[in-house]
């Protein structure tokens, strides 16, 4: 696992580039963006960046390679879901530092509480992305798994839209004048076990799917 982990990490640093005009970037928009741009720009940029080790995994036989080390399919994707997760976390931290830092030197007031849905609600966001973007990497691959994402986007965008239209205005905004009303402590339980449930069951076809593929 260890060993993994340190392969992941050399492989993310040797786009340092890359690493340093997004952090450039994110204290550009984080000091002359208002709003909590910010605290998705970041966090969604490393979740790529990180996601992306798994195409080098599979470049010129690397998994062959790696499946003859003491190396299992479940070490393999438990370590892979343990660095995403951390390294978006990681992100996500720096991300409401600038916020925070921003506001301040913006000379607003910085009121923990009042801040708190905004800079929490992201972090599900992106590990539900995480769960899709892992799982679709492994099974199709780095080149097949761009057009897959851009199919299932398209579909999705479209179901919302058709879904959108079918129920009506009128239902939508009475399902959302509904979620208002509900208490913010049940709303945080119920978005944490359902990222938790979407994340299980990712990692549970990750899994699976590498098992199933020959090496």
Do not use: H
């Not at 952090?23 to 605290?39: P, Y």
């Not at 910085?110 to 899709?132: C, E, H, R, W, Y």
Request: aromatic share 12%.
């Amino acid at each position: 696992m260890a060993g993994l982990l340190e392969k992941d990490f050399r492989l993310l640093f040797q786009r340092k580039q890359a690493l340093v005009l997004f952090l450039v970037l994110a204290v550009v928009f984080g000091f002359t963006m208002n709003g909590t741009f910010i605290l998705g720009y970041l966090p969604f940029l490393m979740t790529v960046l990180m996601v992306s080790t798994i195409a080098y995994d599979e470049m010129e036989n690397g998994y062959q390679f790696l499946m003859t080390l003491p190396i299992n399919a479940k070490t393999y994707v438990t370590e892979k879901y343990l660095f995403c997760i951390g390294g978006a976390s990681a992100s996500w931290i720096l991300a409401v530092i600038l916020y925070l830092a921003a506001k301040a030197v913006r000379g607003e007031t910085i009121d923990f509480l009042a801040d708190l849905p905004n800079t929490v609600a992201i972090l599900p966001m992106i590990f539900i992305l995480l769960s899709i973007l892992i799982p679709v990497q492994i099974k199709f691959g780095a080149e097949k798994s761009q057009v897959v994402m851009a199919v299932g986007c398209g579909i999705l965008v479209g179901g919302v839209f058709l879904f959108a239209k079918v129920v009506g205005e009128d239902v939508l905004k009475n399902a959302f004048s509904f979620l208002n009303k509900i208490n913010g402590s049940v709303l945080a339980v119920g978005a944490v076990a359902l990222t938790v449930m979407i994340v299980a069951v990712s990692y549970l076809f990750s899994y699976r799917t590498l098992q199933k593929k020959e090496f």
